[in-house]
């Protein structure tokens, strides 16, 4: 799919600014789980000098289906497995000879690492034991924000006090809200509301994965967090923490606690990415 962010410009570079990714993260297996079935994974590259890289982020949360088997498993190979094929793609070459090395679309090489980890899956299933597993992966190259998603993990971005969900839930209780069935407050207390429609699961998907593209702000902060979070704590909460005037971990740590003293009924995970581009 196409996003609408695809049109707008990417801000200008002062040359006497040196440009910064700062990463945060917290995972818990929360009150009630016996298992953490999440996985997030973080890689930033930063370089300075004459011919400076365009900075490098990829950001990974992956939250493992707690009703089927080995939802762990899930969510660790698909982190690894999107990972791997992402650096190998486009972090490599940039090592080799700069931007201009980057032949093939990034959003083509994401949606390769989403498709290979969907097979991965379903060379690892056991005994017919089905695995599946959330994905939002993000990636930061330079001043351009891409991305990939399938379930309910959700990626937010904070700019200048404001915070908007980029990602869109594939929950039934959205796709109600989407046609217009449910309001915001219905969808919050609907007992249906964590049932997934479209997960990663090693087998054929009949609709693809949420692929898109925007221009960064100058300055804001990235989220990236599985349901057990957003599940426990609003959107005022999430927005009123990052607002704060704390250091980065200090953050994700508030968040987490929110969480657990609110319940912590799932494994909670979350990313924050602040950047000056």
């Known amino acids: 799919m196409h996003s609408p962010f695809e049109a707008q410009d990417s801000p200008k570079q002062d040359p006497n600014r040196e440009p910064r990714l700062e990463v945060a993260s917290r995972s818990h297996v929360g009150m009630v789980r016996e298992r953490n079935e999440d996985t997030y994974f973080t890689f930033v590259s930063q370089a300075g000098g004459a011919e400076l890289l365009p900075h490098f982020g990829l950001f990974i949360v992956a939250d493992g289906m707690g009703g089927h088997n080995d939802g762990h ?3 660790k190979l698909v982190a690894r497995t999107v990972a791997h094929h992402i650096l190998d793609r486009l972090y490599r070459s940039l090592l080799r000879e700069g931007h201009s090395a980057i032949q093939q679309p990034v959003q083509e090489v994401m949606e390769e690492a989403v498709s290979l980890a969907n097979q991965a899956l379903a060379a690892a299933v056991n005994d017919g034991k089905e695995m599946g597993t959330t994905l939002t992966a993000a990636l930061i190259l330079g001043s351009r924000l891409f991305l990939v998603h399938v379930g309910d993990s959700r990626a937010y971005l904070m ?4 915070l908007s969900l980029v990602t869109t839930d594939h929950t039934i209780v959205q796709a109600l809200q989407d046609a217009g069935q449910l309001s915001a407050e219905e969808a919050a207390i609907h ?3 964590n049932l997934v429609y479209r997960v990663l699961m090693g087998e054929t998907m009949e609709e693809p994965v949420d692929v898109f593209t ?3 702000p100058r300055h804001g902060t990235l989220m990236l967090c599985s349901d057990g979070l957003t ?3 609003g959107e005022s909460t999430i927005a009123r923490t990052l607002g704060e005037d704390l250091d980065l971990q200090e953050k994700a740590d508030r968040l987490l606690n929110e969480a657990l003293q609110t319940g912590g009924s799932d494994n909670i995970t979350v990313v924050l990415v602040e950047f000056d581009l």
């Open 159 to 162: 700019q200048e006090l404001q």
């Open 191 to 193: 007992p249906n509301r």
């Open 231 to 233: 599940g426990q704590i």
């Open 73 to 75: 498993r899930a969510s």
């Open 214 to 216: 925007r221009s960064l």
